[in-house]
């Protein structure tokens, strides 16, 4: 096999890693070079010219012609009598160039250039994969699905880069199929048994806020700063932004025109549902807005304790909860205040929307009431017992586990 052999056997491996020709050379240079210090003890009198247009590779040894009895260094000098074997007109002092064949070299250490030069390609992929990433934390990438396992997907980017995605990484309801298309933001890079790993995320924060900019180019251009995103993946989430212009509407414009702009975020988000509020200094009204959609009666802030007690009308409760405690987690996390709802004692606590104890009973019990008149706890606790069996379909240990609940409120 000759040097050009050599080179080309690399040519289908070099094109599919996506390595460019100078870069396949610079390569093998350095892993001959390597070989030429290992077998000879120096590499200094040799050059190793790379041709890129041709694709070949020559080996030159220099050595310095001196009388026959004086070589002192074999691979540095060579004697007179052995100069004139390869060339009959040489002369002391001159310089002898000797083409180094890749016959010259053994079987084994053309096999450990081989080696050597496919570990040196992958080495300079996974450096540059790595590199290419680390500086990209936070944007977001479109690949596409190659491989589906339990707890990860495997993504591959336009450059057939290998990306991980983990399963609690993914918004709940996401569903990927082999060669589907997928976003996330590049949530953190590192090394592995000397392996870039490059970690995906579709819940981060982050990835809300690279959606916005995407969406909304007062956010891209900066004329609108999102101050700070807290989310339920998959349920819910809130975004508080400020502008620094009064002429712009900064909800108004992330919103966009009968929601045009939110929409195809909420739709990348699986139906995520985003309130977006403004940002304000004023922590009542900050912690107001955050509770949105319900409308607070009043509010009492333990400025030290970074706690905040809220009143509101007893139909308002429910909607300040939210469904599962999402909305009123999300607010406390968004303004940073421990945020504890009760009813306002102005109000006639006299009575109870029933749908205030949808955690407690049964959504389907709760229609069935609603269906003979009863959608307060009073109007419910006005029937008796006998009266309950006979105007519903409900279960005598439905109605008993019912009543209890309604009166141990009112204890």
């Not at 080309?8 to 892993?31: G, Q």
């Not at 691979?75 to 083409?99: C, H, M, N, Q, T």
């Not at 570990?119 to 540059?128: G, M, V, W």
């Not at 790993?197 to 990835?207: A, D, E, H, K, N």
């Amino acid at each position: 096999m000759n040097s050009l052999n050599l080179v080309e056997s690399f040519a289908e491996f070099k094109e599919f890693k996506n390595i460019n020709r100078p870069t396949m050379m610079r390569i093998l240079e350095e892993v001959f070079r390597n070989t030429l210090l290992k077998k000879f003890d120096t590499d200094e009198n040799f050059d190793v010219i790379v041709n890129v247009d041709k694709g070949d590779l020559e080996i030159w040894h220099f050595r310095e012609v001196v009388e026959d009895g004086k070589v002192e260094e074999p691979y540095r000098e060579i004697s007179l009598s052995e100069a004139i074997k390869i060339e009959p007109d040489f002369e002391v002092g001159e310089e002898v160039s000797e083409e180094i064949k890749l016959s010259d070299f053994g079987r084994r250490e053309v096999l450990t250039i081989r080696q050597n030069l496919a570990a040196k390609i992958q080495e300079y992929e996974r450096d540059n994969e790595f590199k290419k990433y680390k500086d990209r934390i936070g944007d977001v990438i479109t690949g596409e699905v190659y491989q589906i396992w339990k707890k990860e997907i495997l993504v591959l980017d336009d450059e057939d880069i290998e990306l991980i995605l983990p399963k609690s990484e993914q918004i709940p309801s996401d569903f990927f199929r082999k060669g589907d298309t997928v976003r996330a933001t590049v949530l953190k890079v590192e090394m592995r048994n000397n392996n870039p790993v490059i970690i995906l995320s579709r819940t981060s924060p982050i990835f809300l806020e690279r959606l916005f900019e995407a969406e909304v180019p007062e956010v891209y251009d900066g004329l609108i700063t999102i101050k700070n995103i807290v989310r339920e993946p998959g349920e819910r989430a809130k975004v508080s932004v400020e502008s620094y212009d009064d002429r712009i509407d900064p909800v108004g414009a992330c919103v966009g025109m009968k929601g045009s702009r939110i929409h195809g975020i909420v739709r990348e988000l699986r139906n995520e549902n985003i309130d977006v509020i403004n940002y304000t200094t004023n922590v009542n009204l900050y912690i107001q807005r955050s509770l949105s959609p319900a409308k607070i009666s009043s509010i009492v802030v333990h400025e030290e304790e970074k706690k905040a007690d809220v009143f509101l009308k007893p139909d308002q409760v429910s909607l300040a909860i939210g469904r599962g405690g999402h909305n009123i987690k999300l607010a406390g996390k968004l303004t940073g205040y421990e945020i504890d709802v009760y009813r306002d004692t102005d109000e006639d606590m006299d009575d109870v929307d029933l749908q205030e104890f949808s955690d407690e009973i049964e959504p389907w019990v709760i229609d069935e009431l609603k269906t003979i008149g009863c959608d307060t706890a009073k109007s419910v606790l006005e029937l008796d017992f006998e009266e309950l069996t006979k105007r519903t379909d409900l279960e005598e240990e439905t109605i008993n586990s019912l009543l209890s609940v309604l009166k141990s409120e009112f204890e």
